[in-house]
């Protein structure tokens, strides 16, 4: 019988942790989890558990890494996104893409958004943006801006047009640096007055939309950008 | 292509950011780190060194492929790596050509004599701790995660081999995980995540 009640299903958890239940069981925890925070956690504490019962103080054999390494030499299929929006480019959208060294080549993107922590105004209260420098962003038709102030570390997305997007979308802040954009973390479906942490020099900036939760590696063309 | 701070004072997190950039170095410093106890859960479960540095061949060319299927937020690297490593491990004990070897390596263990879960757990630096926070489980506890993890065995085949109801077993399980949890949390030990 399919466990089905919330007890029933936090009952098979330590089970489930341990990779010890039926493959339709664990089809159930699975959906039960994309769903369920609390259940969530417990897992993942079972699971740091489990790791402290595994550990082993001893190295790997040495020619393991070997045929890691050689399997290396072939560089698996780099994230890329596209070079040119379907539009003609503004100038300044193109010279995003088309900067530094990045003007044929495919871009890669890197997750930071897990490890930095927004904080945004959502539907609750204000807070107030101090005074430092400005980035525009821009959209390639024009229509679609936003700012954002630097102060103190600290960067804040004000003052954008952007459309409040449906639940199941999410406007993602990516910094560009050299030829690499980073990731610095969702903003929400409206992101004005929006909080992110600005602790290194980026080269320019772009917003995109993506699925709820963000993406680690975009393949969308930024809604908004601008160079610093 | 080497930049920012020394790979080894880097977090696991900002190693895993910087294998998503393609640095092999990182991926190398997080095999450092890790891969010794890939390799010793996969060999402990599947009883195979072969076998088992496949599995840790496996496990790390996935974070080279798919960095992004770490989520710092739900767990440490090691917890990840070792859950990874475990389910492959578990996928080849129940695999068909595996199942019956491993029926007759079963009953010969029994007849030698048990299970000693506290024999096959090294650390260290928490070696001492979790003994005795193992030490400190019911008998039906440590056996049911001896079975279930160490030998790859779901809850219902340990009830039929320890003779105990499902639902006991099931609940022995999650019990006893969570009396480790708390015992290894009362003298500091958590495994990273929460510190």
């Known amino acids: 019988m399919k466990p089905a009640s919330h007890e ?3 009952e098979l958890l330590g089970a489930y942790a341990l990779d010890a239940v039926d493959d339709d069981e664990r089809d159930v925890v699975d959906d039960h989890l994309t769903t369920c925070p609390r259940c969530r956690a417990e897992v993942a504490d ?4 489990a790791a402290l019962l595994a550990f082993a ?3 790997a054999p040495a020619g393991v890494w070997d045929a890691i390494a050689a399997s290396l030499e072939e560089p698996p299929p780099p994230l890329t996104m596209p070079l040119a929006p379907k539009a003609p480019p503004s100038r300044r959208v193109k010279a995003w893409w088309s900067g530094g060294l990045v003007a044929a080549a495919a871009v890669v993107i890197s997750l930071l958004a897990l490890t930095i922590t927004l904080r945004g105004n959502g539907d609750g209260g204000r807070f107030e943006i101090p005074d430092g420098p400005r980035v525009q962003l821009t959209s390639a038709d024009g229509r679609h801006s936003a700012d954002m102030v630097m102060a103190n570390g600290r960067g804040y997305v004000v003052n954008d047009n952007l459309p409040k997007l449906s639940p199941d979308e999410v406007y993602q802040l990516w910094g560009r640096k050299g030829t690499e954009l980073i990731s610095l973390g969702l903003l929400g479906t409206d992101p004005d007055n929006e909080e992110f942490i600005a602790g290194e020099q980026f080269d320019a900036y772009a917003i995109t939309v993506e699925k709820a939760g963000g993406v680690v590696s975009s393949t969308a063309i930024p809604v908004v950008s601008g160079q610093v | 292509m080497m930049s920012g701070s020394p790979l080894k004072d880097m977090s696991d997190a900002a190693l895993v950011v910087a294998i998503g950039r393609y640095r092999d170095d990182a991926l190398a410093e997080v095999y450092r780190r890790h891969a010794g106890a890939v390799f010793a859960l996969a060999r402990r479960v599947m009883n195979d060194r072969e076998l088992a540095e496949e599995v840790v061949q496996e496990v790390f060319l996935r974070l080279w492929n798919a960095p992004d299927k770490f989520d710092p937020a739900r767990g440490s690297l090691r917890s990840y790596l070792l859950a990874h490593t475990h389910g492959r491990a578990v996928d080849f004990l129940r695999s068909e050509s595996s199942r019956k070897r491993r029926e007759e390596s079963d009953a010969r263990r029994a007849a030698e004599g048990g299970y000693d879960l506290e024999h096959e757990v090294w650390d260290l630096a928490v070696a001492d701790h979790v003994k005795a926070a193992i030490d400190l489980l019911p008998e039906g ?9 160490f030998r ?3 809850y219902r085949e340990v009830a039929v081999m320890l003779e105990q109801p499902e639902g ?3 609940s022995r399980i999650r019990s006893g995980m969570r009396r480790l949890a708390n015992e290894l949390a009362a003298v ?3 495994g990273g995540y929460r510190s």
């Open chain 1, 8 to 10: 029933d299903i936090q």
């Open chain 1, 46 to 49: 079972h699971r740091e558990t």
């Open chain 1, 57 to 59: 103080g001893q190295d």
């Open chain 2, 141 to 149: 506890e440590r056996q049911a995660i001896e079975l279930a993890y």
């Open chain 2, 152 to 154: 790859g065995h779901t």
């Open chain 2, 168 to 170: 006991t077993v099931k």
């Open chain 2, 188 to 190: 500091g030990i958590d």
